[in-house]
Each structure stands twice: as C-alpha cells, then as structure tokens.
C-alpha cells in the first residue's frame, strides 16, 4: 500500500475538452480583430501551425510561454495593417485578454468537481499544467493548495521541473508520495512516471497504450476516480 500525501492534476483535456474551446477562442478573437482593424490574412490551420513553429524557432522561450506566442502572432499579424506601433500594442493587449477570457469557457467533465471536492478532503492537491489555464478563475479551485504552469518552471512537462516545484512547499513529501493524474501518454505519464511518481491516466476517448512502459492504471469516467484511487491506494 503506498502513501499518497499529493494528487496533482493535468487541465486540458483531463478536467475538460479543450479543442473546441481552443477553437471556439481563437475564431471569436479573429473577428474582433479584424473589426478593430479590417481584414487580416490568418492562412489555413495548417499555415497557421507552421507560423507558430517559426516563431519558437526565433525565440525559444516561445515554446514555453505560450501566452507570449500568441500575442507575437497577433503583432506580426497586425504589423501588415496598422501603421500606428503605439495603437498596435493597445489592441495586442484587449486581443489576448478577449482570448484568454474565452479560452476559459470550459465545461468540466461530469464528476470532476465531486472528485476533487472529495480527495481534498483526504490529499493535499495541485495542478501541472502546460497550458495557461487559471484553476482559480473556477469554483473548484478552492480545493488546491497551488498550481503550476510552463511559464512558472520555464519548461513543459514532460521535463521535471513542474514535478520539482510541486514538492516545494512540502518538506515531507517525496516523488514516490505523489499521485500524478493527467490525459497525456507522454507529458503525464512518462513524465511522472520516469521521477518515480504514481500515475493514474485519463482516457476517455479510450485510445491505445502506446508507450514502452507498462500500460498504467487508467479510468475513463469521473465518477470512476475516487473510488479507483481509495482501491488502489488507501
């Protein structure tokens, strides 16, 4: 039996779908540009993708900060139809912010807030995300002690340092204490999993095992999770 003291949790697409939200943002803030501005020239997905590449390329802080990646999109972009530099920088700002606000008009997955209310109850909690998602813009944030994203660590999971600074404020907690929770086959699991942390894997879309490490212990349903954990490690 193994004593788990720190549960933390992956964001997009483990508490919620996060494509179409992504979509849904990223269209509704072109719109408001181009009404600020006039026509933009965005390009195909795919166009858009490879932009993004160059520019992390450029700056590889970029890959990272992805906050900063978009608004250098939207500069580079309204760079082409605005001459005024100092009016460029005022729309940058009200463009992300209309994004960001966006970006979290999320639906949780049925089950999530009763499975975190019920774990914070036994385990201290905390979030690792790579996206710029703000737990504690939610009701449910009231039940982590902390959450880290790539920006704060300078790195994306699934590189150690998200791990490491969970363990910051906890002197008495090790990685073999930690319960990581995520979607990812990579950035979770194998992350987690290579630090000696514990992993219990997401799959909703209930897609196949494709690491070389042993397939982990898995749920699909929200519901499911309390119970998984409480048989596996309580």
Known sequence: MKNIKLITFDLDDTFWDIGPVII???????EWLQEKVGDIQWGSLSDFLNYR????????????????????????KLDE??????????????????????????TFYEGVFDAIKHLSKKYHLGVLTNGNADIFRFD????FDFSISSLDVKS???????????????????????????????????G?????????WFNNKNV?????????????????CVSLIEDIYE
């Open 156 to 190: 994306n999971k699934p590189a150690e340092p998200h791990f490491k600074k969970a363990l910051e404020n906890y002197k008495n907690i090790s990685y073999n204490q930690i319960l990581h929770v995520g979607d990812h086959q990579m950035n979770d699991i194998y």
């Open 24 to 30: 849904k943002a990223e269209l509704e803030t072109r």
């Open 81 to 106: 139809v605005v001459m005024d530099k100092i009016k460029i920088d005022s729309i940058i700002n009200e463009a992300y912010q209309n994004f960001i606000d966006k970006r979290h008009e999320v």
């Open 140 to 143: 449910i944030g009231k039940f």
């Open 53 to 76: 590449k160059e520019l992390i390329k450029e700056n590889n802080s970029l890959e990272w900060d992805i906050s900063l990646l978009r608004k250098e999109i939207y500069r580079r």
């Open 208 to 224: 196949g095992w494709n690491l070389e490490i042993a397939e982990p212990n898995k749920f699909n349903n929200w519901k499911e």
């Open 192 to 200: 987690a999993h290579i630090l000696g942390i514990n992993t219990l």
